[in-house]
């Protein structure tokens, strides 16, 4: 079955850019569905950040909007994040999430992985 | 934005007993609605969808209902794997989710 994966740098530097990708396995990511980036600091409650077409439309949290890009690799069958001029603030658990067809919300998540912003 | 709301902040609950939790939206998300459970240490995982709608593999003691503004979401008989947090997701249009409702024991 479809599984999601996240990975990338567990510590980032206040000021800096925030990078993870999310592996896509045991389906295609050029499926009929929408991915996203779903993060919750901790203790905190679920916060969406943006999500990606195989297309190529991509949609984002208007509170976020200036600071986020979205990109999808098919070659890689993966997706990523990146999130520019963090604070700690930004310091939360970052899961991907696959869209449930015909709506938006989220059938399939990855496992997570925390990211804190410290210097 | 559409804010969602939900109540209780926690709900204390013996095993077996009936669970009711409340989620309201600050303005009409139609049955744009979805329901997680998400235990310590997890990800969240979808219950309901459409606001009545039960996810793949979810139990029939979970049930939701409601449209517009005002969202139930029903647990027939707690089973000990019930004790999580519950979050309402609206999808109207970019999603937000409510605060939750920590569901533990009495």
């Not at chain 1, 949609?59 to 979205?70: A, D, G, H």
């Not at chain 2, 647990?75 to 569901?103: H, M, R």
Request: hydrophobic share 30%; net charge positive.
């Amino acid at each position: 079955q479809v599984q999601l994966q996240e990975s990338g740098p567990g510590l980032v530097k206040p000021s800096g850019t925030l990078s993870l990708t999310c592996a896509v396995s045991g389906g295609s990511i050029s499926s009929d569905s929408w991915w996203s980036w779903v993060r919750q600091p901790p203790g905190k409650g679920l916060e969406w950040i943006g999500e990606i077409y195989h297309s190529g439309s991509i949609n984002y949290n208007p509170s976020l909007k200036s600071r986020v890009s979205i990109s999808l690799d098919k070659s890689k069958n993966q997706f990523s994040l990146n999130l520019s001029s963090v604070t700690a603030a930004d310091t939360a658990v970052y899961y991907c999430a696959r869209g449930l067809y015909g709506a938006k919300t989220f059938d399939l998540w990855g496992q997570g992985t925390l990211v804190t912003v410290s210097s | 934005e559409r804010v969602m709301t939900q109540s209780p902040a926690t709900l204390s609950v013996s095993p077996g007993e009936r669970a009711t939790l409340s989620c309201r939206a600050s303005q009409s998300v139609s049955s744009n609605l979805a329901w997680f459970q998400q235990k310590p240490g997890q990800a969240p995982r979808l219950l309901i969808y459409g606001a009545s709608t039960r996810a793949t593999g979810i139990p029939a003691r979970f049930s939701g209902s409601g449209s517009g503004t005002e969202f139930t979401l029903i647990i027939s008989s707690l089973q000990s794997e019930d004790f999580a947090v519950y979050y309402c997701q609206q999808y109207n249009n970019w999603p937000t989710f409510g605060p939750g409702t920590k569901v533990d024991i009495k």
